[in-house]
């Protein structure tokens, strides 16, 4: 953090003019000065800095926050950094990302924590580990929630893996439920990955029609569904919430949807590749589109879609999955899952669905702040007082996607060369610019 100060101090006012105010108040013309981590002056007639970082034809909003990334470190970092991975969020807008658990070893216990934390210190854009729910991600004991709630954990998953056992995860629901005194009062969440083991072993995509003519094992979506069937069930029974990941099918739309009408305590994300591709894309046995929960059918896709623009869906979070490209040449049915997300998911989103830029940065700010409990520093209004930590978009700039010139040492990016709209032009973390014109700062 001292570091971070100094860096503040060294840079003095910023100036960012030109723009359009986009946050949870709405949207106005106005300029915005910027300094010592917060924003200074919002005004309509001007503002002067001791330097300028031109808005023109942009949106400034608040940064971007990821409630799900796979940093890889420790363990892969042949795949990943915490430094490379906080550079590609602030490239792709975000200024604060929320690190998976799955690392190897995983974030059980407090020494990882606080690695993870030092890892951090000086990166891009503020990262936030979440915890795993049980020991060693293996569904049996629950991981020391308390201790690391103290340490600043606020999310719990054992991403990668859905919690199997109905009575472990009932338990975690409940020992999270007691730990609000230890929060300030906020509400300690877990998220769940939904799929059930059994339903989806051996299969390496959905089933479907693709994986029927590509002889490749399917997972079904009832693997899916059944286990937002049983969690929204458990939030009931415990008055606990629940944050369901990476949603992919109409039905596990469909069921959250109807547990926030009964006015239960549940909140779910969505992928970007879960509303831009469908398990056709499988069909050249290209390992990039390989991903869990698998890529689903142009059904599926169009329900994500809705929830995303009805209010189902909460918040877009990339799923960002980092891999060698040594692993992801294996097999189709042997190579690992994943995808890069970080620095095309805005332009995606702004690309492929038919919402307006302050309803995505709504999805992609504000709202996965709240449900990450960080929204007392980020998603925050573009107001005098508040925390600076900002980004600046051009709505209609076009570019190319190359995973080459990405900031992760991997490459697996779905979308090469595909022509997108939307780039982030400036990111600010606490009033310091990290990212000018596009190009990182640090």
């Not at 054992?158 to 230890?182: F, T």
């Not at 305590?265 to 698998?294: M, R, S």
């Not at 891999?323 to 805005?346: I, Q, V, Y």
């Not at 010139?405 to 697996?412: C, D, G, I, L, T």
């Amino acid at each position: 953090m001292t570091a971070r100060l100094d860096a503040v101090a060294a840079h003095g006012s910023v100036a960012i003019r030109g723009g359009t105010v986009v946050d949870s108040a709405g949207s106005r013309r106005a300029d915005v000065l910027v300094g010592g981590g917060r924003v200074i002056a919002v005004d309509p007639a001007g503002v002067e800095g001791d330097r300028t970082l031109d808005a023109s034809g942009c949106v400034v909003a608040p940064g971007l926050v990821d409630l799900h990334v796979h940093l890889r470190q420790p363990g892969r970092e042949d795949a990943e950094t915490v430094e490379t991975g906080a550079r590609g969020a602030a490239l792709g807008g975000f200024t604060a990302i929320v690190a998976m658990p799955n690392t190897d070893p995983p974030i059980d216990r407090a020494a990882v924590v606080r690695e993870v934390q030092d890892l951090s210190a000086g990166a891009c854009c503020d990262v936030f580990p979440s915890a795993a729910i049980t020991v060693g991600r293996q569904g049996v004991d629950l991981v020391p929630m308390a201790e690391l709630v103290r340490l600043g954990v606020r999310i719990f998953t054992d991403d990668g893996a859905g919690v199997q056992d109905a009575l472990v995860m009932r338990r975690a629901l409940e020992y999270a439920s007691g730990l609000d005194h230890l929060t300030g009062g906020r509400r300690v969440v877990l998220a769940q990955h939904c799929e059930v083991a059994e339903l989806s072993a051996g299969g390496s995509m959905h089933e479907g029609e693709w994986s029927s003519r590509l002889g490749l094992g399917g997972q079904p979506s009832e693997a899916e569904e059944l286990m937002v069937m049983r969690d929204i069930a458990l939030a009931r029974l415990t008055g606990s919430r629940v944050h369901f990941q990476h949603l992919s099918t109409a039905g596990s739309v469909a069921m959250v949807r109807a547990a926030k009408e009964a006015g239960l305590p549940v909140t779910a994300e969505a992928a970007p590749h879960h509303f831009t591709l469908t398990d056709a894309c499988c069909a050249g046995y290209d390992t990039v589109f390989k991903v869990h929960p698998p890529l689903r059918t142009g059904a599926d896709v169009d329900a994500v879609r809705v929830g995303l623009a009805d209010g189902a869906i909460d918040a877009i979070a990339t799923d960002h999955a980092p891999h060698t490209s040594a692993d992801k040449e294996r097999p189709f049915d042997a190579a690992p899952p994943g995808m890069l997300g970080l620095e095309t998911a805005l332009a995606l989103a702004l690309t492929e669905l038919e919402l307006p830029v302050e309803r995505v940065l709504a999805l992609m700010s504000w709202r996965p702040a709240a449900v990450a409990g960080i929204d007392d520093r980020h998603g925050r209004p573009v107001a005098p007082g508040e925390p600076a930590n900002l980004c600046v978009v051009d709505p209609q700039a076009a570019w190319t996607v190359s995973g080459a010139a990405m900031a992760s040492p991997s490459r697996n990016t779905p979308y090469e060369g595909r022509e997108l709209r939307g780039r982030v032009r400036h990111t600010l973390l606490d009033s310091e610019p990290v990212v000018i014109d596009g190009e990182p700062q640090r």
